[in-house]
C-alpha cells in the first residue's frame, strides 16, 4: 500500500532543524567531540591572532568568536541539518507499508588502516561492519531493498511482518522511488535505521490512522493501490 502525503505532513515527519535523535546520531563518539572541541580552539586562537595583527573592531572578532567557541555544539544540528534538505527537496512523498519479503547479513568494508607490526613489517587492517539487508515490498510488486548496521534487536526480524516507511520522488504518481526512509515494524515496535531520519511521533499518528482506516474498508483486490 503506497498512500500520497501532503507536503506539509510531509515536512513534518522530514524536519528542517535536527531533531534529538538526528543530533545524537551526529553527536557521535568521544573522538568525534574531542576533534569538534579541537576546532573551536583552532578558530578562537585564528581570530584572536586575527585581532592582533589587523586591529580589528570587538564586535566583529566577538561575532565570530562565539560563533567558532560553540562549534562543537551547533555543528550536529548543521550536519542533520543539510541531511535532511537533501530529503525535504523532494517534491513528492508517500506512506509506504509492505512486508518483509526477505533478509540477509553482509560485511561492508567501511576503510583500511596501515599500521606497523612488532617485526617492522606493514600491516593493513581492514575495519569492517556487519549489516543487514532487507527487501521489503507489497502486492503490486513494488519492493525496495534497504540497509543499515547490524543491531541485537533485528534478532526479531522475520519475514512476512508488516514494514512501513515514508518514499519520496520528484514524479506526481510516485511511479519513481528516489529516496526512502528508515523502516518501522509496528509487530515489534522496531526501527531499522542507520540515520533516524524522521520524526516518530508525526510517523506513528500516520501510521496509526492508515491503519484504522485499512481495518475498517472492505479488504481490496491484490495489485491495487491507493
Do not use: H
Not at 567558532?68 to 517534491?91: H, T
Amino acid at each position: 500500500m503506497l498512500v500520497p502525503l501532503t507536503r506539509q505532513k510531509f515536512e513534518q515527519i522530514i524536519p528542517l532543524i535536527a531533531s534529538g535523535p538526528q543530533y545524537k546520531y551526529y553527536w557521535g563518539k568521544v573522538s568525534s567531540f574531542v576533534q569538534r572541541i579541537l576546532v573551536s580552539v583552532v578558530i578562537l586562537a585564528v581570530l584572536l591572532l586575527i585581532q592582533f595583527l589587523f586591529r580589528l573592531e570587538f564586535g566583529f572578532i566577538f561575532f565570530f568568536g562565539v560563533f567558532g567557541a560553540f562549534f562543537w555544539l551547533w555543528y550536529p544540528i548543521f550536519q542533520a541539518s543539510i541531511r535532511n534538505r537533501k530529503c525535504r527537496r523532494y517534491k513528492y512523498s508517500g506512506f509506504f507499508r509492505g512486508r518483509v519479503l526477505n533478509w540477509w547479513i553482509t560485511d561492508r568494508l567501511m576503510g583500511k588502516q596501515e599500521t606497523v607490526n612488532s617485526k617492522g613489517e606493514l600491516v593493513i587492517i581492514e575495519n569492517r561492519e556487519k549489516r543487514i539487508n532487507l527487501e521489503i515490498g507489497d502486492d503490486t510488486g513494488f519492493t525496495v531493498e534497504f540497509e543499515a548496521p547490524l543491531r541485537n534487536a533485528y534478532k526479531v526480524i522475520a519475514r512476512g511482518q508488516i514494514a512501513e516507511m515514508i518514499v519520496m520522488s520528484n514524479t506526481a504518481d510516485l511511479s519513481s522511488i528516489e529516496e526512502f526512509s528508515d523502516i518501522y515494524i509496528p509487530s515489534r515496535d522496531l526501527w531499522v535505521s542507520d540515520y533516524p531520519y524522521v520524526r516518530r511521533d508525526f510517523f506513528n499518528e500516520v501510521s496509526v490512522r492508515l491503519r484504522a482506516d485499512q481495518e475498517r474498508r472492505p479488504r481490496r483486490r491484490s495489485g491495487n493501490r491507493r
